[in-house]
Nanobody, 124 residues
Framework: QVQLVESGGGLAQPGGSLRLSCAAS????????MGWYRQAPGKQRELVAI???????EYADSVKGRFTIYRDYAKNTVSLQMNSLKPEDTAVYLC??????????????????WGQGTLVTVST
């Protein structure tokens, strides 16, 4: 079974920085896209940043220039460096792995996997 384990997050002051990390474990042959989404109270889940196998990245307009996504392809990890944090960045951040090539019950297939989420609070 493929799992995503997140670390990082917590409380930061406006203008501060935090780093989130996510590690995938289990039987994994490859992962096409890894990234981060977030969900604030009362709002829909939104994409923050993703990075594909070919290195292409996509960022939400609201975080461009402030957040940077990194990926270690050998270790199946993804990190999100968040700088110049704003109160509106407060949310639960969820790690995502899409098109995970794996084996389930002896059969090869592709899964989408979510982490459990980590809370980021930006406040004075």
């Amino acid at each position: 079974q493929v799992q995503l384990v997140e670390s990082g997050g917590g409380l930061a002051q406006p203008g501060g920085s935090l780093r989130l990390s996510c590690a995938a474990s289990g039987t994994i042959f490859s992962i096409n896209v890894m990234g981060w989404y977030r969900q604030a109270p009362g709002k829909q889940r939104e994409l923050v940043a993703i990075i594909a196998t070919n290195g292409n990245t996509e960022y939400a307009d609201s975080v461009k220039g402030r957040f940077t996504i990194y990926r270690d392809y050998a270790k199946n990890t993804v990190s999100l460096q968040m700088n110049s944090l704003k109160p509106e960045d407060t949310a639960v951040y969820l790690c995502n792995a899409a098109e995970v090539s794996t084996v389930v019950d002896g059969v090869h297939g592709y899964l989408e996997v979510w982490g459990q989420g980590t809370l980021v609070t930006v406040s004075t």
